[in-house]
Structures are given as C-alpha cells and as structure tokens.
C-alpha cells in the first residue's frame, strides 16, 4: 500500500542552498498533511504542516507547498544548514482522529 | 515543550514472550497511537485510541496486541506472545484537539 511515497531515499545538498523534498499521494480522502523530521533512534518531530484548503505554508526557514490537482506536495528549506541532515518523513491523514500514513522517508544530508 | 515519554528505550525479550511498551502521553491530548518502523522500512500505524477505546486499528494490529489506558495517565501496547518479526521501533503519540501529533522517542523492541 503505496499511498504516500517519497520517490527520492536521499538527497545531498550544500550549506546555504536551498534543499526540496517532494513527496506524492493517491488518496484524495486525504485532507491534512504533515513532515516530520527524524534523527536516529529518536522519534519524529514535526516540523510543518497544511491543509488541503491552502497551498502553501511558511515557518521560519520551512516552507511547504500542495498541489492537490497533481497530490504532490513539497518541503522547501532554506538556507539549509548542516543541523537539518536527517530523515524527513511526509505523513497524510484523511479526517479528523485518525491514523497519520507515512511515506518512506528521504534522508537530506546538508554539507558544510 | 511537553513531552511523549515512552519506557524502556530499549527491551530484548525470548521469542513467544508478552512484553508492555509504556508511554506517558502529553496530559491534555485527548487522542493516542501507536506507530512502528521495521528496520529499513516506514512508520507504520498500528492503533488509535480515544475516549478509552480503539478507534481504529491497522492489519498488524492482531490478537497478539492491545491497548490499554490503566490509569488516566499511562497508555500501554502489550504484545502478548512476541514473534521474531515483532522486531522494530514502537513509537507512541499522541495529539490534542488540533491537529499537532507528538511522537516519544521510541522503544526499541528486540526479539530473540
């Protein structure tokens, strides 16, 4: 069950530069999205999140864009910055209360 | 910040044994979940739990698991006889009225 996927597993980008993790769904039911970040052996923190009634939200250096026509969404960073080299997971969910699906996660390793 | 506290960090147990993963939920979330992430693979939704019953449950989420909220504080996953493949990461969240899950770190489950 592929309904949320992260196509990249890992993406390298230098220090100031400005790094997008894409993630793609095909639940319609969908309507609240969320990323998250994840250091090893720890759990996911959330990081930013919309709601398929907007098409963009910002926060500080995160911004994240839907675009509900081609159920994509994005997280954009910038400047990335070496702190930010983690897993990133995009996460769905389709109504209020319920379960959150998760993609695979894409690994952003940020050089200095 | 409040915090999702799961105990122990990390439990190795003999294959066909029951073991009790605990996490002390955020005290004013009104809905709880546990997750997994298999070595390697996504976070996976096992259970939701609100109003002191299992809202909705995923297909992992067999007779060999329950939930329970003893004592309005704690909220546990038992697994009753362990297999091999029970093997993973269990994260347990939990969320208020908004919309903002917040994960613990994690309990990582060994079995042998």
């Known amino acids: 069950d592929q309904q949320v996927k992260q196509n990249s597993p890992s993406l390298s980008v230098q220090e100031g530069r400005i790094s997008i993790l894409n993630c793609d769904y095909t639940?319609?039911?969908?309507?609240?999205f969320l990323w998250y970040k994840k250091y090893p052996a720890e759990g996911p923190t959330f990081l930013i999140s919309?709601?398929?009634?907007?098409d963009k939200n910002e926060d500080g250096r995160f911004t994240v864009f839907l675009n509900k026509s081609a159920k994509h969404l994005s997280l954009h960073i910038v400047p990335s910055q070496p702190g930010d080299s983690a897993v990133y997971f995009c996460?769905?969910?389709?109504?209020?209360?319920?379960?959150?699906?998760f993609g695979g996660g894409t690994r952003l390793m940020v050089k200095p | 910040e409040p915090e999702v506290t799961q105990t122990p960090s990390h439990q190795v147990t003999q294959m066909g044994q029951e073991v009790i993963l605990r996490c002390v939920p955020i005290?004013?979330?009104?809905?709880f979940y546990w997750y997994r992430q298999i070595l390697g693979q996504k976070v996976e939704f096992l259970v939701s739990f609100y109003n002191n019953e299992i809202s909705e449950k995923s297909e992992i989420f067999d007779d060999q698991f329950s939930v329970e909220r003893p004592d309005g504080s704690n909220f546990t996953l038992k697994i009753r006889s362990t297999k091999l493949e029970d093997s993973a990461m269990y994260f347990c969240?939990?969320?208020?009225?908004?919309?903002?899950?917040?994960f613990g770190s994690g309990t990582r489950l060994t079995v042998v």
């Open positions: 005290s004013n979330h009104l809905y």
């Open positions: 919309i709601s398929s009634i907007k």
């Open positions: 996460a769905a969910r389709a109504d209020a209360g319920n379960m959150l699906t």
């Open positions: 969240a939990s969320r208020g009225q908004n919309y903002g899950y917040t």
């Open positions: 639940n319609s039911m969908f309507d609240y």
